[in-house]
């Protein structure tokens, strides 16, 4: 198997990108090949088109209940803490690990990008999500379902045969 659902691993970094953790999930995968910028983009600056278009219904219904859904202002892809990759903008980048996220009135996200360098499945994906109010549960419960297929795919985007 290319991606593997592991128990959630929280680095300490990604760990203090959020004040709390309501949910969390780890997919790892195996690349010796990227870079973790490159892996990075790999995963969450393309998409399949059945993600793109899951997106754009995602976005449509959050229209709807007044979520934001529009690129940020400050949106740039310049490879820095405050740049953004994809949707996702950069809150830190260390030698190991890269952590993106988007914070908004219902909920704060970030998104770990860790090597552990291990022979296989070296790199960790760990989503965690910080509830701000009921709408970021109700939220999360109607996109759960689709979270971990969705995240599973983006995922294998960035496998490499070891």
């Known amino acids: ?67 934001k859904e529009q690129k940020p202002k400050d949106y740039n892809n310049e490879f820095k803490v405050g740049g953004y990759i994809g949707l996702f903008k950069i809150y830190d980048i260390s030698k190991d690990e890269i952590i993106l996220g988007l914070n908004d009135s219902h909920l704060n996200f970030r998104v770990s990008v860790y090597n552990n360098k291990n022979i296989k499945y070296n790199i960790k994906i760990t989503t965690l999500v910080k509830y701000n109010n009921t709408k970021g549960k109700i939220y999360m419960k109607l996109i759960k379902p689709f979270h971990e297929c969705v995240i599973k795919s983006m995922v294998k985007q960035a496998y490499s045969k070891p």
């Not at 290319?2 to 990604?14: M, Q, R, W």
């Not at 790892?28 to 998409?47: A, V």
């Open 1 to 67: 198997m290319k991606v593997k659902k592991e128990i959630p691993f929280i680095s300490s970094l990604a760990f203090q990108s959020l004040d709390h953790i309501d949910f969390s999930d780890t997919f790892s995968i195996t690349n010796h090949k990227n870079t973790l910028k490159e892996i990075s983009i790999l995963i969450f600056g393309t998409s399949k088109k059945w993600v793109k278009k899951l997106f754009d219904l995602r976005n449509f219904i959050v229209k709807i209940i007044g979520i």
